[in-house]
Structures are given as structure tokens and as C-alpha cells.
């Protein structure tokens, strides 16, 4: 709506300085137009650039999350560490217990990223948003022709991961899996997998704790 005042306002001052004769009068009608047109303008560039008239509003979902290798006795969550920083990650799992395509999760620069341990079996992907919305309708009314409404301002995206699942980089990934293969003949590692292998038939839970506690250890200790 405020397009359609700033431009009626314009029209009206040409018109003004055009056709009204009377000088005191023509003088007041130009002045109050062009004050309401640099008002118009000051209000249009501070909901641009402020959002003036918008409140931010907070939004948190909650999505359950699978591991991005479907087979394994523990669940596990990858993540590739992005940027001169390595302060933000591109995460990978699965959307689904189903889906044969991970989900590659890629950051942007409103986006911030946590991994958090939590007690229990399954994995979550917590996502709180932070958008502008208008005060009222009003303000919508008034700005909404600009097309900012819900507006990010910020998102927190954290992957809550349990005792049951292991959250490793891309590297750790590749490293862990070479320190295996260099162990995969030996007696001790065959035997205590059997082990863990069978205790995952009737406590799965207790047996992926102990796989992601083993091989935890294992990155430890072979830097």
C-alpha cells in the first residue's frame, strides 16, 4: 500500500505545481506532498533494511533422522567440515528409515550448526528458526507488497545424537575404516565382534553403545 501512497503523492505534487495557481496554496499543497513522499520513501528503505514494522519470531521443529549407513549395528551421523574456518559442516544422513539417497545437509551463511549428545536410541534433527513477520495487520497491509514476510533471520540447526550412534567427520570416517581393515584378521577383533554381533540379537542398544565406545577409542588412540 505504501507503493501506491508514494506514487499518488508524486503524481499530486506535479499536479500541484502544474495547475494550482494561487502561490500560498500551491506552496502547501507541494510541500505536504513532497513531505509525505520523503516519509513514504524513509518508511519503505527502513522496512527493507530494518524490517520496520516486523517482529521476529521463533519456530522449532523436531525431525527424527536415520543413519546414513542403514546396515551397521550402531547409527551413525557424517558430517564434512566446509570453509577456511571448519567451524560449519555439511552433514549426511538419512531422511527416512527407507531412503536409499542420503540427505546432504549444506550450510549457508544464516544457518549454524551443533551436535548434542542425548540419552536414548534415536537421532533428531532440531532446527529453531528465527523469521520476521509482520506486527499486524497493519504493518502487512501497509509493507507487505515488498515480499519480506518470514524473512530468515537466523537458523540454529542441532542433531541431537544418542549413546547408540557415532558422529564422525568424512576423515575420521576413512581413517576408522582403514585402522578396521588393518585389524579384520586378527583374533582378538574377530572375537569380540562375534561378540558384539550376537549381543545386538537381543540388546541391540547395549551392543551399538559398545561398538560406538570401541571404535571411539579406537580414533583415540591411533592418530
Request: proline residues 2%.
Amino acid at each position: 500500500m505504501i507503493i501506491f501512497i508514494l506514487f499518488i503523492f508524486v503524481i499530486l505534487a506535479f499536479v500541484s505545481l502544474m495547475m494550482i495557481q494561487d502561490m500560498r496554496k500551491r506552496i502547501i499543497a507541494v510541500a505536504v506532498s513532497f513531505l509525505i513522499v520523503i516519509t513514504s520513501v524513509v518508511l519503505i528503505i527502513a522496512n527493507m533494511h530494518d524490517h520496520f514494522g516486523m517482529k521476529v519470531q521463533t519456530t522449532t521443529t523436531k525431525q527424527q533422522i536415520y543413519s546414513v549407513q542403514g546396515q551397521n549395528i550402531y547409527g551413525v551421523l557424517s558430517y564434512q567440515q566446509v570453509g577456511t574456518s571448519g567451524k560449519e559442516k555439511v552433514f549426511i544422513y538419512r531422511d527416512t528409515s527407507t531412503s536409499t539417497t542420503p540427505t546432504v545437509a549444506k550450510p549457508d551463511l544464516k544457518t549454524k550448526t551443533a551436535i548434542q549428545n542425548v540419552q536414548g536410541n534415536q537421532a533428531f534433527k532440531v532446527t529453531t528458526s528465527k523469521n520476521y513477520v509482520y506486527r499486524n495487520g497493519f504493518y502487512k497491509f501497509m509493507f507487505a507488497i515488498s515480499g519480506n514476510n518470514h524473512d530468515l533471520k537466523s537458523r540454529q540447526v542441532t542433531y541431537q545424537v544418542p549413546p547408540t550412534w557415532l558422529a564422525l567427520s568424512s576423515q575420521d570416517g576413512e581413517r576408522l575404516k582403514s585402522i578396521v581393515s588393518g585389524m579384520a584378521n586378527q583374533a582378538d577383533f574377530i572375537q569380540w565382534f562375534q561378540q558384539v554381533k550376537s549381543q545386538s540379537q537381543t540388546d541391540p542398544d547395549g551392543a551399538a553403545q559398545t561398538a560406538v565406545s570401541y571404535y571411539q577409542n579406537l580414533l583415540a588412540n591411533n592418530h
